[in-house]
């Protein structure tokens, strides 16, 4: 029924329509003049669909042009893509970073309690005779602190015999606080629904071991300490590929607690911990006039801080500890250099009004679940109103299957690979040198064919570190053996990493005509670090726009 009263509406409407009721057809319409109307009608829709795409297309085509920059941090996990988004706040946003700097406190408290445990797992004297990386018959790099002493065996005595730190059962003790603290600290970091809430490797990948390739065989069958990069592009499908996510992750061994010892926290992105950690408890001071921040923390006893603050004349006692430190470098910990290190600043971090400064968040050490964007936009200088999308992503294996759905629309990728972890290896393998790592991973991207016409730039990151450690007498060509007998300074070492980023690029690319872009850089130094930025951001307009010709 209600189908049969259907033309009537229709032609009802219609008429009280005057263009509705124009393009109705004639009462009398002959067959042909049907025709010719249903072909006129045609050609007008597909006209009018030829202007909506072009409409369409303007609009995408002026907001790539015009407004949107798109970048993407890329590098493996503690490369330092964070930090560098964290640089890029302070200088285009300061107010926001400068707001959130009191929610840093959790991670930095954390960092802190984390280098208090790596050091009493390394007091344990059980683990004097555990995995000691002279098990494998690796060679020792001699540019070890004096103290270690290579015995016949290839084993350094001091590695054998074991210092031992009469205090260890006394400082164990009187942290304990701090490893109940820690337990409280990632349950507030992270979320219980958390697929992967902690995922660092054991300790001992702080601590900086020499490196088995075990694709390449020694003569003695022994791995030979070399660097292996194939010379074929990588294959999304391979397994070993470090781009596709792969992970050979061994379990990390657990402790005494039963706790996994040394894991890492991570933060989904889902989770809003900033606000969390920075407004929990029961602050009570009203919201400070000039920064944001909620003050008053020190007032509710459930802070961490109090523990904290209770236990640092024992944090700072044991960190001066001579037999400590002499412990610390059998078992070649350099803590100095990891991340998230403050324990050279104990009073200052533990006291109860403790506010984060700009370096302490730069330092502070929260690994990336997933891809987070971040929307910057330039108010000044020649990138005046342009927005920047910049996706900083997790570094770590098996977060590198998020990054390719990022390749199709952006400007420009910024790859950080710190050289400084040449005598390093990954946290979730444990069997993968971490500049290898790296090599493998820029031969991946730059040899992808979907980011042919992408701007690259470079930052061989973590130069301060580098410095630190070849002036500690650590040698690179221990480690990678195609430097051979070149001079170990920070000159030659950082030329000739240069040069083999860049030849790597010049061998692979799929787009000869692309510049490549490299930078020595210290992402946690600001002033630094500030100056590259803004070259960059202009090294990117520039290049985006070449890509567009529109110069
Ligand atoms: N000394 C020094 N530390 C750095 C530098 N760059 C980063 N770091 C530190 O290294 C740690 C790791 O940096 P992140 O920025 O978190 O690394 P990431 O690449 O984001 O790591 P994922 O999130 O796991 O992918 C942090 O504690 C940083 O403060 C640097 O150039 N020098
Ligand atoms: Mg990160």
Redesign the pocket.
């Known amino acids: 029924m209600a189908k049969q009263k259907q033309p009537d509406i229709t032609r009802r409407r219609s008429l009280s329509d005057p263009l509705a009721a124009a393009l109705l057809p004639p009462p009398n319409e002959t067959d042909d003049e049907r025709e010719s109307r249903l072909k006129a009608a045609t050609d007008a829709k597909r006209v009018s669909d030829g202007i909506d795409e072009m409409i369409r297309y303007e609009r995408t085509h002026r907001k790539r042009n015009r407004a949107e920059v798109q970048v993407l941090l890329l590098?493996q996990?503690?490369?330092?893509?964070?930090?560098?988004i964290k640089q890029f706040q302070l200088l285009h946003s300061p107010s926001a970073f400068h707001a959130e700097r009191i929610a840093w406190r959790a991670v930095i408290y954390l960092n802190l309690v984390r280098s208090v445990r790596r050091i009493l797992d390394a007091l344990e004297p059980e683990t004097e005779t555990i995995d000691d990386p002279a098990d494998e018959g690796e060679p020792y790099s001699l540019g070890e602190p004096a103290s270690l002493i290579i015995s016949a065996t290839g084993r350094p005595e001091s590695a054998i015999l074991g210092t031992k730190v009469p205090n260890y059962e006394g400082y164990r003790r009187r942290l304990q606080p701090l490893m109940q603290l820690e337990d409280r600290l990632i349950r507030l970091l992270s979320s219980p629904d958390e697929d992967e809430p902690t995922h660092f490797g054991p300790w001992e990948n702080y601590a900086p071991q020499p490196y088995t390739a075990y694709l390449n065989q020694g003569r003695n069958g022994r791995p030979t300490p070399t660097i292996f990069i194939p010379q074929t592009q990588l294959a999304s499908s391979s397994s070993s590929s470090p781009l596709n996510g792969a992970s050979s992750a061994t379990s990390s061994p657990t402790n005494s607690t039963g706790r996994s010892k040394g894991n890492e926290v991570a933060v989904h992105i889902s989770r809003d911990w900033k606000k969390s950690f920075s407004l929990g408890g029961k602050a009570k001071s009203p919201k400070s006039a000039h920064s944001g921040e909620i003050e008053g923390w020190w007032e509710d006893p459930d802070d961490p801080v109090h523990v904290l603050h209770a236990c640092a004349p024992y944090m700072q006692e044991m960190w001066r500890d001579k037999k400590v430190r002499e412990r610390l470098r059998e078992k070649r910990m350099r803590l100095q250099e990891s991340?998230?290190f403050y324990l050279d600043e104990i009073p200052r971090i533990t006291a109860k009004k403790y506010i984060p400064t700009d370096a302490d968040v730069?330092?502070?050490?929260?690994?990336?679940m997933g891809v987070v964007e971040h929307t910057f936009s330039i108010s000044s200088g020649s990138n005046r109103g342009v927005q920047w999308k910049i996706f900083?992503?997790?570094?770590?294996r098996n977060q590198r299957q998020a990054w390719a759905p990022y390749f199709e629309d952006i400007n420009a990728i910024i790859f950080?690979a710190p050289i400084s972890a040449f005598d390093q290896v990954l946290a979730e393998d444990p069997h993968v040198n971490r500049l290898e790592d790296s090599l493998q991973l820029w031969q991946g991207v730059v040899s992808n064919k979907l980011l042919a016409k992408v701007n690259i730039v470079l930052f061989l990151?973590?130069?301060?570190?580098l410095l630190a450690k070849l002036d500690a007498g650590v040698r690179l060509s221990h480690h990678m053996i195609s430097y051979g007998d070149r001079p170990n300074d920070y000159d030659s070492v950082s030329k000739y990493f240069r040069n083999k980023f860049g030849a790597l690029h010049h061998a692979v690319t799929p787009n000869k005509d692309r510049e490549l872009y490299i930078h020595l850089?210290?992402?946690?130094d600001t002033r630094r670090t500030a100056t590259i930025i803004s070259n960059v951001r202009d090294i990117i307009i520039k290049g985006n726009l070449k890509t567009m010709k529109l110069v």
């Open positions: 590098g996990s503690e490369s330092g893509k964070s930090t560098c991340s998230g730069l330092k502070a050490r929260l690994k990336t900083d992503v997790g570094g770590s950080l990151n973590k130069c301060d570190l850089t210290a992402v946690t």
